[in-house]
């Protein structure tokens, strides 16, 4: 199995019959967080989506290459047993599942219990999943989701959107840290985060942005330039 490396490479990714993403070339390095900006509707969530596998989304052209592997045609949980794992933009309530029961299922009790207080989610084990969770609660669950799952290379859908300013800090912080901290076996992890916002931006390192318009990566350069440029200048690609 090679390392943590994510390429996507002439990437075409469709929603059931739709095409929606074209031509995407990205490659995340272990080790390195990448920040994801667009318009509503230009594809970041379809990405996401499509590199998990998640239906109805599914590459229809060009390569998912995962640890050396490529990974199209691999079902969900072979991707995530791989290594990758993702907090959803909107995630669904599953209503016979308690958070209990998913940390028990994980074997996850002694993460849970040191994750849980900073992101503010003590008191919740008997709750079901994302079933009457607040907008921020169900945010701050998808976040500390991926702290008990353990992936290597981790992707972020808004995490921070309709969370509110004190809680941004929380979950800008746990992002950093969970993207920054070396698996158990000291594999550097990796992370990819979309944001509308720009808030988490205070709180993580990104070491690179990138400019989704209308199903195409226009630009790619610094996170926090690129941000910059887009409250100034709207979704425009950067002058070279
Ligand atoms: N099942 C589907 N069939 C056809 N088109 C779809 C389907 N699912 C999503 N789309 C379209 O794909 C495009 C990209 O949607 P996506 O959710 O990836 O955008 P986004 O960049 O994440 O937007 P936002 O910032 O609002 O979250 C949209 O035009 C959406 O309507
Ligand atoms: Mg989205």
């Known amino acids: 199995m090679g390392d943590n490396r994510l390429e996507l490479r002439h990437l075409d990714i469709a929603a059931d019959d739709a095409v929606v993403i074209r031509g995407v070339d990205l490659t995340i390095e272990p080790g390195t967080l990448h920040v994801l900006l667009g318009p509503n509707g230009s594809g970041k969530s379809s990405l996401l989506a499509g590199i998990m596998g998640l239906p109805p989304f599914h590459a229809v052209g060009g390569d998912i290459v995962y640890r050396g592997e490529r990974i199209n045609d691999l079902p969900i949980d072979a991707r995530a047993r791989l290594g990758l794992g993702m907090a959803f933009q909107r995630p669904p309530a599953l209503d016979d599942v308690t958070v209990e029961d998913f940390v028990t299922a994980l074997d996850a009790q002694k993460t849970y219990d040191a994750a849980a207080p900073s992101l503010d989610f003590d008191g919740f084990r008997d ?114």
């Open 127 to 240: 709750r079901s999943l994302n079933a009457g969770f607040s907008g921020g609660e169900t945010k701050r669950w998808e976040v500390l989701k991926l702290a008990l799952q353990e992936p290597q290379c981790l992707l972020f859908d808004e995490p921070e959107s309709g969370v509110d300013l004190e809680h941004v800090a929380a979950v800008g912080k746990a992002v950093d840290q969970l993207v920054r901290t070396p698996s158990a076996s000291g594999e550097a992890r990796s992370g990819l985060v979309i944001t509308h916002t720009g808030f988490i931006l205070d709180y993580i390192k990104a070491d690179m942005g990138h400019l989704m318009v209308d199903g195409h990566l226009v630009y790619s350069g610094p996170a926090r330039d690129l941000f910059k440029h887009i409250q100034h200048d709207g979704y425009t690609a950067p002058a070279a």
